[in-house]
């Protein structure tokens, strides 16, 4: 079955900075990686996703980038604010079904 | 938020008691799934169904069962047999349609359930 792992569990940046996440998976036949942001005691929603024949998305100030050679996507965020301080997921699946979640990255956006 | 709801927001439960969460969405959405989410962990697959009917186990079943009899409803029960239930119980929901599909999972506001 499909693992994922993500990396740092938790990553503090000084407002202004970047911040990239990083994901791994296992599963060749997985294409469709979106990430979710959760913010204390809330519901996890969708920022971003990309499917597998896209190498790079955009939207605004984030970005997720696609290398299915490697088998791994990553969620960039420039220019980073108070409010994007919470726990993003990445997630794998199979055309939109069977989601396997990675651990999750604990972001605080420093002030 | 997607139509997606889950109630009760809080729940609390004497050991050894069956409790069920109740999930129910108007998206006319096929699939639907539940997760636990213990503090500081990520998303762990309970059950899900993608269709009425029909059910499988995800991940960490073992304590808990649930019923899919109609398409806007996927209510879990969390048995007794569970050892340790306290945790935010989440429900999302996504369309299953064709291979060509990608879809993403809305997910309902959660459950905080502990156990006393």
């Known amino acids: 079955g499909e693992n994922v792992e993500q990396h740092p569990s938790t990553l503090s940046v000084q407002e202004g900075d970047s911040a990239v996440i990083k994901c791994t998976y296992s599963?060749?036949?997985?294409?469709?990686f979106p990430w979710y942001k959760q913010e204390l005691g809330k519901r996890p929603q969708l920022i971003i996703d990309?499917?597998?024949?896209?190498g790079e998305k955009k939207d605004q100030r984030i970005a997720v980038t696609l290398n299915k050679t490697a088998k791994h996507f990553s969620l960039h965020i420039t220019e980073t604010q108070p409010e994007d301080s919470a726990v993003y997921f990445c997630?794998?699946?199979?055309?939109?079904?069977?989601?396997?979640f990675g651990p999750g990255t604990r972001l605080s956006v420093l002030p | 938020d997607g139509g997606i709801t889950q109630s009760p927001k809080y729940l609390f439960r004497k050991e050894g008691q069956n409790v069920t969460l109740s999930c129910e969405q108007n998206?006319?959405?096929?699939?639907m799934y539940w997760y636990r989410q213990d503090p500081g962990q990520g998303l762990r697959l309970i059950y899900y169904?993608?269709?009425?009917?029909?059910?499988q186990k995800g991940d960490i079943a073992e304590g808990y069962s649930v019923s899919r009899e109609k398409k806007e409803s996927f209510p879990l029960t969390v048995t007794s047999a569970q050892k340790n239930p306290t945790a935010f119980y989440l429900c999302a929901s996504s369309r299953t349609s064709g291979s060509s599909a990608y879809n993403e999972q809305f997910f309902g506001p959660g459950t905080r359930l502990t156990v006393l």
């Open positions: 599963d060749s036949a997985s294409n469709y």
């Open positions: 998206l006319n959405h096929d699939a």
């Open positions: 169904s993608q269709i009425v009917n029909d059910f």
């Open positions: 990309i499917r597998s024949n896209v």
């Open positions: 997630a794998a699946s199979n055309y939109g079904q069977n989601f396997v």
